[in-house]
């Protein structure tokens, strides 16, 4: 009988950002099982060793994604040992609360160079690889595109330009063959949404659960594969992230009706609770100081 699978990851050759852990790391282990070859850079070399042998020892590197020079390099030098690429996945990110009034600033700055910028200098350096037919990139967003969470505005900045990135590459790659997609996803059971919202100040202005539940890493992953090996423009889970997108201020709205008069305690621990980003940063310069 003549198979009907459709398109497989098979022999495809893919660059993941930020695959120590989470959705990286779930997502490297899939497609290597599925055939890809798949090369991975990260902060925590410990666990891209890790990740890296559980995929048939594929390549991998340090990488820090918001120092430029550094990610030309490790980019250049993991798609010499892929022997070329045709997929790269900006997935690297951190969140970190942040009360836009009485907040600590450096923590949009942090965020938004490695969110935003981390995702456009992945780009430019394996744009050249992957501006072809058959090519194509991934960018991770969030549905905090549509409903923004209060003490989530340096996150949900990045998020929102992360999305403008993709849609303004997407025109620039269309005549080359190349696709571009964009990950809308909601709370999924990883480190990064644990440690986000797993503070003082989100309980007090959340509740002790979060609007929509934590939804499993593993329909996620499978969504990715599928728009991986279908160059698919919009990726989306749990499903019903896909009825929010095209409602985004009648979201907002209800979300602000929810959370109600929490949100004024919330915002008063934030200012003064210590909590990490959700991925521990190397040291950069500030570069926002004059």
């Not at 852990?21 to 599925?34: V, Y």
């Not at 970190?96 to 490695?114: N, Y």
Request: hydrophobic share 45%; net charge positive; with cysteine.
């Amino acid at each position: 009988m003549r198979s009907f699978s459709g398109p497989s990851v098979a022999g495809r050759k893919v660059l993941i950002t930020g695959a120590a852990r989470g959705i990286g790391a779930a997502l490297a282990r899939k497609l290597a099982a599925r055939g890809a070859h798949v090369a991975l850079l990260g902060l925590e070399p410990e666990l891209l060793a890790e990740v890296a042998a559980e995929c048939g020892d594929a390549p991998w590197r340090y990488c820090d994604v918001a120092d430029r020079a550094q990610v030309e390099r490790v980019v250049e030098a993991l798609v010499a040992e892929l022997g070329g690429l045709d997929v790269l996945v900006a997935n690297a990110g951190i969140a970190k609360q942040m009360a836009m009034i009485g907040g600590d600033p450096s923590v949009l700055e942090e965020t938004l160079a490695v969110n935003v910028l981390g995702v456009a200098y992945a780009v430019q350096a394996a744009g050249p690889h992957l501006a072809r037919p058959g090519g194509y990139v991934l960018m991770m967003s969030s549905i905090s595109t549509a409903v923004q969470l209060p003490l989530a505005g340096a996150y949900s900045a990045s998020a929102a330009a992360v999305e403008s990135l993709a849609g303004t590459l997407r025109c620039e790659l269309r005549q080359t063959g190349a696709r571009v997609g964009i990950s809308y996803f909601a709370e999924i059971d990883t480190d990064m949404t644990s440690r986000g919202f797993g503070t003082a100040a989100a309980h007090t202005g959340l509740g002790e659960t979060s609007l929509t539940g934590v939804s499993p890493i593993g329909p996620a992953v499978d969504a990715l594969e599928r728009a991986i090996a279908r160059r698919r423009k919009t990726v989306v889970s749990p499903w019903w992230v896909s009825l929010v997108l095209p409602v985004r201020p009648l979201a907002q709205l209800l979300v602000q009706r929810l959370l109600g008069k929490r949100v004024a305690r919330a915002i008063e621990i934030a200012r003064t609770e210590d909590v990490p980003f959700t991925t521990t940063q190397p040291a950069r310069p500030r570069r926002m100081e004059r």
